[in-house]
């Protein structure tokens, strides 16, 4: 599974619980939507902050770990959608819903204004709809074995002290 399918799948989770009486359905999947309310998720471009490495060089491998940021739309359908995706801010900042973050190693950084989009259907009535963007964090793995590792043995004397000379041996292993 991609990093991008588990962090919408979490995402998905997550709005699950916190409205539990809303339908979540993953943007662009081609699906009849059959509900009087309901909240869309979309998982928008993503951006690279920055990488590090980590060499594990007992086992002559590279670790790059790279941060992502990306935008999270979600848009909300149907009476009361509006009140809903307000109160999103606040309901993100329950201990038990960071601790769930925190453990997935997904950071919400921003939670932006909610959008009233409220259109007209059919020339005839009138559909809440709301939109909001979240700007979310997250990590992305990369392992390498580039095959270039090499040991060293670093050996040394020390004489004629308070000055100190150094003979350095070195040897290739394999």
Not at 144 to 151: A, I, M, S, T
Request: charged share 25%; proline share 3%.
């Amino acid at each position: 599974m991609s990093v991008r399918s588990t962090v919408t799948d979490f995402l998905i989770l997550e709005l699950k619980k916190l409205y539990p009486d809303w339908p979540i359905i993953q943007a662009k999947q081609n699906v009849p939507i059959e509900y009087d309310k309901y909240f869309v998720l979309d998982l928008l471009a993503e951006t690279t902050l920055g990488s590090v490495e980590k060499w594990d060089t007992e086992n002559e491998k590279i670790n790059i770990l790279g941060v992502i940021q990306s935008t999270v739309n979600i848009q909300a359908f149907g009476s009361g959608c509006i009140e809903a995706l307000s109160e999103l801010s606040i309901l993100l900042e329950r201990p038990t819903v960071v601790d769930d973050f925190h453990a997935a190693n997904i950071a919400v950084n921003t939670v932006g204004n909610v959008n009233d989009i409220t259109a007209l259907l059919d020339d005839s009535r009138y559909q809440e709809r709301a939109s909001v963007d979240l700007t979310v964090s997250y990590d992305r793995k990369a392992l390498d074995d580039p095959g270039w590792f090499d040991r060293l043995q670093v050996q040394c004397k020390l004489s004629n002290l308070p000055s100190i000379e150094f003979d350095v041996v070195l040897r290739k292993e394999r």
